[in-house]
Antibody, heavy 118, light 110 residues
């Protein structure tokens, strides 16, 4: 059974940093693109970033470029999102998702809530 | 990277059919057959319903179907059921190797 479990969310002050993790199991992690998607409270989904199987390609939405870094550890079956210079508008539930093909997110975690507030 | 355009809400009675539109540009929806649709119930993670415009993942009811014409993709749900009431999001690959979602459509089953 495919499982994705996010962790690392919490309350952080504006300008602060946070590192999200996503533990993957039940499939060959190193064979799949992976993505992060977020959802602000009461709002719609926003794609944040993705990363190629070997980590050689990373893509980001404009609003997080230069502040967020996606990475992965295939030996640990884990996906990460390092978030720096956090802003109030980054407040959201962050989901990790498996991306077997373009725009196709077939398995999602339960999400982890990030709150940026003073 | 502008969001795709979806109607804010649609409604239908049980047994009826509804269609949700998703309009983008030639840089996303119109340029690729990589359009997907997601269903999200309150407090839950999204669920993939359609991928690559018309394909259904295993386990998704054949009451759900997708199509595309030009820069607009559509999701049709036939034989509406109470459990179909949810938010629906379209998504597309883009010409800069990112992915973009629509603003979401709230489906109400009357």
């Amino acid at each position: 059974e495919v499982q994705l479990v996010e962790s690392g969310g919490g309350l952080v002050q504006p300008g602060g940093s946070l590192r999200l993790s996503c533990a993957a199991s039940g499939f060959t992690f190193r064979s799949h693109f992976m993505s992060w998607v977020r959802q602000a409270p009461g709002k719609g989904l926003e794609w944040v970033a993705n990363i190629r199987q070997d980590g050689s390609e990373k893509n980001y939405v404009d609003s997080v470029k230069g502040r967020f870094t996606i990475s992965r550890d295939n030996a640990e079956n884990s996906l990460y999102l390092q978030m720096n210079s956090l802003r109030a508008e980054d407040t959201a539930v962050y989901y990790c998702a498996r991306a077997p093909a373009r725009a196709r997110l077939d398995y999602w975690g339960q999400g982890t809530l990030v709150t940026v507030s003073s | 990277q502008s969001a795709l355009t979806q109607p804010a809400s649609v409604s239908g009675s049980p047994g009826q059919s509804i269609t949700i539109s998703c309009t983008g540009t030639s840089s996303d929806v119109g340029g690729y057959n990589y359009v997907s649709w997601y269903q999200q119930h309150p407090g839950k993670a999204p669920k993939l319903m359609i991928y690559e415009v018309t394909n259904r993942p295993s386990g998704v009811s054949n009451r759900f179907s997708g199509s595309k014409s030009g820069n607009t993709a559509s999701l049709t749900i036939s034989g509406l059921q109470a459990e179909d009431e949810a938010d629906y999001y379209c998504s597309s690959h883009t010409n800069i190797n990112t992915q973009v979602f629509g603003g979401g459509t709230k489906l109400t089953v009357l």
